[in-house]
């Protein structure tokens, strides 16, 4: 199955060239499933996902049944793809959503060199995770994503500006002391990590100082985006999607999950000793090699207003993004 939001963050299932509303449809299926999905999902599932989410042995039997039955001929609330605007298919706004960085040894080794002048080898990175270091990363402010075809730009006076195709990863579960072994993850969809470079390059005025870090090179309107789906039950190993990025047409990157260094398993354990995670939390991958910082501070890579994004992961489908002129508040 394929979930969206819609409009005005209406939730819908994505079937072929055609949206189903669910809560438009779901009384053609009867009871109990009318009332399962009413329960889990209602209204027309504007709302947070959560509870469909931490329900989902409930919740898959009727929406199933609601995929087949729009793929076989047709439900009550199906309207054409090209007829809505889809929008950034989070679970809820108030979910944490945790990135990895320089989880990919392939992209570190050049992105370190970029901003350090420091040469590394991929074994430098990966020797973190073999001697019981932990992952590292950020936290992104929910308000900072948008969705498909959504215009991107950073603050202006911004020079360096960077993208990044990553795997978000929604969990299905959550609690404190998580293992591998009860692990899961309920979805999965595009993400690109829109990020300022100037202040690693040494550009321009510092935008955070002392001992913590706002992460404001990635916390900013636009900053992130994902979509234009999420991709739940298809059989799909997340810890080996291809994942590639292009820009007016062009391959930048073209990686798998396969190659992080810190498994999305491995990362929600560390981090569920500290704090409880919950279902509908999302995970994001890093990136692997083939940003513009990895060409260094006179690259050619660096984003421009007018250049289109396309970040495809396996499964998921495209998440196209504009780049417009930046302009002050």
Not at 3 to 28: E, K, P
Request: glycine fraction near 12%; include cysteine.
């Amino acid at each position: 199955m394929k979930f969206v939001r819609f409009n005005g963050g209406t939730t819908g299932l994505l079937v072929g060239d055609s949206v189903v509303d669910i809560g438009a449809a779901r009384a053609s299926l009867g009871s109990p499933g009318t009332e399962t999905l009413g329960r889990l999902l209602p209204g027309d599932g504007s709302g947070s996902w959560n509870e469909m989410i931490a329900h989902w042995d409930e919740a898959r039997e009727p929406l199933s049944d609601l995929a087949n039955r729009a793929a076989d001929g047709g439900v009550d609330g199906m309207v054409p793809l090209s007829s809505v605007r889809l929008v950034a298919p989070l679970p809820d706004r108030r979910n944490r959503i945790i990135a990895l960085g320089a989880n990919v040894a392939a992209h570190a080794v050049n992105a370190f060199k970029a901003i350090t002048g420091e040469e590394f080898t991929e074994d430098h990175f990966l020797k973190d995770q073999r001697d019981g270091l932990p992952p590292w990363g950020f936290l992104i402010m929910p308000e900072t994503v948008v969705g498909p075809d959504a215009d991107v730009a950073p603050e202006a006076g911004v020079q360096k500006f960077d993208y990044e195709v990553e795997v978000g990863v929604i969990l299905a579960s959550g609690g404190r002391r998580i293992t591998s072994d009860d692990f899961n993850v309920w979805g999965f969809t595009v993400w690109n990590d829109l990020s300022i470079r100037d202040p690693r390059l040494g550009i321009g005025p510092p935008i955070h100082r002392g001992a913590f870090n706002w992460a404001l090179e990635k916390n900013f309107d636009t900053g992130n985006a994902c979509g234009p789906c999420v991709v739940v039950d298809e059989g799909y190993d997340v810890n080996n999607l291809r994942c590639v990025m292009r820009v007016n047409d062009e391959v930048r990157q073209d990686w798998s999950t396969s190659d992080m260094i810190y498994g999305f398993a491995e990362s929600a354990a560390y981090l569920s000793r500290y704090v409880e995670l919950a279902p509908g939390d999302i995970i994001c991958s890093g990136t692997g090699p083939g940003t513009a910082v990895e060409s260094g501070a006179d690259g050619n890579r660096w984003l421009q207003p007018g250049d289109r994004l396309e970040a495809e992961v396996e499964g998921v489908g495209i998440l196209v993004n504009n780049v417009v002129e930046w302009q002050n508040p």
